[in-house]
């Protein structure tokens, strides 16, 4: 019973400290894309709450606590209110099985916890897709119950997306599969350790460098962010699937966006560019003698990565206009599906005969 | 037929092109030269201001002479130059000097205004001046409603050098008014 009491409250503790880091960094975010934007564009971006406009985020969550909360008539008023929360908690709820650090095991008693990953199930990446999907039900919910036509359209625009974009998230994603022999983010992201010709970008006999391609676009399409944001383009259904939400809802939705940016954000690390390790075998800090602090390098290995692809989204975003829908179908099924197809049946082919010359 | 060499290496390279997304990258490598040599041309607006121009064409207001004697002669021809009827001016005698006219009331709805400076053009004593005043938003539009104490009064805190009085300026012969026939009339 004590054992279970503390286990329960280790798993908390992480699950609140995970929670707490993703939410700050949807923080972080809010701002940083506004300021990078603007400065891309030859603005400054807020500049007004704060030196440099850098507590904006926190004026935003004020605003957003405080406005008033509308359901419009003729809504679907049980699926209004869940919809957020369909959109939101399978975006959080992905981030259990992602490694932060180096996959140490802590020994506090009788049993040992690992300090940075909340879960390490064995079919980790596919829990992830699993619970992304659940997350297009509620933005497609969220576009059916508002009773509008706006929000419907951004609604379906957005199922068919999501549909097609995660199929070459998912096929993206074999070709690692493959070469790493297991399903778990830890062991894919182990398995990459040494220099960075290992991480699955370069790694021998089958660089995915297709794959990453592949994957960080159908990763765009899949956040809705631009040039795929159909399901909300603003100059053509003025909102999408959210136009009738405000307040607290809307934030829900806003927080779901940008914790689903940094799930694929953080997937992709993970994947393709050796999650938490350095790009050289090992680490500076245990070199100079504390090994024992070395998780701290490595977290902001992963946390550089991370960024980057966080930072590609918001370059995307400043310079590339929105896809016409048929373009976005097109583009998906015709010359996205075909190249992660193709990419399985290469890595496979070399992978198997690669291992028949050892 | 087989097309020419150079058609098929233009066709190449437009198929090179599109598969590493080549228009694409341009198009970021710009963006990123923005961001590296950033120079924003924002003015931080109520934190900064631009300097306005010498002309610039702002708040109207009436203005006074030295000795601070009003300007007006109650003439009545900013009303009539005035193409959004702004203006409505109540002209008097000045009482015991029958050949002096002042206005009496003085109106400005500046709701209306287009700031075109038509009557400042038309005032035959100067008595109207644009001032370099804008930030004049409101919450009640009955605000902008200015009366001649007002309008003074922005002359007064925009133009603080006054223009003397001549001796011979005031006895003003006015016979304005003059109705055309194509000229909408004035409300009674």
New interface residues.
Partial sequence: MTELGLRLAVSFTQIAAVTCIVIVTVLLLTLAERK?L???????GP?EVGPYGILQPFADAIKLFFKEDIVPAGANKFLFTMAPILALIPALIGFAVIPWGPNQSLEIGSFTIKPFIISDINIGILYILAFASIGAYGIILGGWSSNSKYSLLGGLRSAAQVISYELNVGLSIVGVLIMAGSLSLVQITDAQSGWFWNWYVFAFPAPQIFALVVYVISAVAETNRVPFDLPEAESELVAGFFTEYSGLRFAFFYLAEYANMVLVSCVAAAMFLGGWNAPYPGTLIGYLGLPAFAWVENTMWFAVKTYSFLFLFF??R???PRLRYDQLMRFGWKVMLPIALANIVVTALAVFFHQQMK | MTPPATTRRTDLLEWFKTITFYE?LV??K???S??LH?????L?YPHEKRTLPDNYRGMLALLRYDDGTEKCVGCDLCEAACPSRVIRVVSAEVPGEPTKRYSKEYYMDMTRCLFCGMCVDACPVDALGMTREFEWAVYDKRQLHLNKEQLLAIGDRSYPIREKRLELQHPNTAFFNVAFKHIPQKPE
């Fill in positions: 990078v603007g400065w891309m564009q030859d603005r400054m500049m370059w995307l400043a310079t590339l | 694409i198009g970021m710009s963006t990123l923005h961001l950033y120079k924003p041309v924002t931080q």
